[in-house]
């Protein structure tokens, strides 16, 4: 099983529409979450990152942890062709000095205007 | 904006060429990674640094090989290219401060 199993998509919808992304995770070791956008040919920028449970809203964009159930969300409000791009999800783990990061494989996103 | 810069963007070559993809960072992180992704693919990590003269396998077996002399300075090498070093390669830095990886454009690199 992979540490970070992410929806693959691809996912398709209508300008204005509601965006929902999602990962599950199998670690439960002291750990923070952090989306990545990713533009066809481009390297990731970080979208947000989150340390606890619960919601954390930037903009258009909500990124949602339940440490319970091992599943974080991103949803985009309002969609726009431009947020057509791959979505990364990634889990950081930190002890002591040292982090371990581990990316989803990715849900490609196409909004269609 | 991250100050993370990769050269060259793109690279076509013959078999049997070495070559060095260069990363460099004006931001002053200790950690630095390599990664391989194939288009549509997930992120391979096959290169990691925690600081000058530290660098480490990732995940992922790589042929390439990469050093850290210079803190801002990442470079990977491939001694000779082969058809399935076909990929791009992202260079990325991370802030010890936030945790937070910034990465470089990528390198594309193309085989034949």
């Known amino acids: 099983q992979k540490e970070v199993e992410q929806d693959p998509g691809p996912l398709s919808v209508p300008e204005g529409a509601i965006v929902s992304l999602n990962c599950t995770y199998s670690n439960s070791a002291f750990q923070y979450f952090m989306w990545y956008r990713q533009y066809s040919r481009k390297g990731p920028e970080l979208l947000m990152y989150t340390y606890s449970s619960g919601n954390k809203e930037d903009g258009r964009f909500t990124a949602q942890v339940d440490k319970s159930s091992k599943y974080i969300s991103l949803f985009i409000r309002d969609s726009q062709p431009s947020d057509s791009a791959t979505y990364l999800c990634?889990?950081?783990?930190?002890?002591?000095?040292?982090?371990?990061?581990?990316f989803g494989s990715g849900t490609q996103l196409t909004v269609l205007p | 904006e991250a100050d993370i810069y990769q050269t060259p963007r793109y690279l076509v070559i013959g078999t049997g060429k070495k070559i060095t993809l260069e990363c460099s960072q004006t931001?002053?992180?200790?950690?630095m990674y390599w990664y391989q992704q194939d288009p549509g693919m997930e992120l391979h990590l096959i290169h990691y640094s925690y600081g000058v003269n530290s660098t480490e396998k990732g995940d992922l077996s790589s042929e390439s090989t990469v050093s850290r002399i210079r803190t801002e300075h990442f470079p990977l090498t491939l001694e000779s290219a082969r058809p399935s070093h076909t990929s791009q390669y992202l260079c990325?830095?991370?802030?010890?401060?936030?945790?937070?990886?910034?990465f470089g454009p990528g390198t594309r690199l193309t085989v034949l």
């Open positions: 931001m002053g992180h200790d950690k």
């Open positions: 990325a830095s991370m802030s010890s401060s936030t945790d937070t990886q910034y």
């Open positions: 990634a889990r950081v783990i930190s002890s002591g000095s040292a982090r371990q990061l581990t």
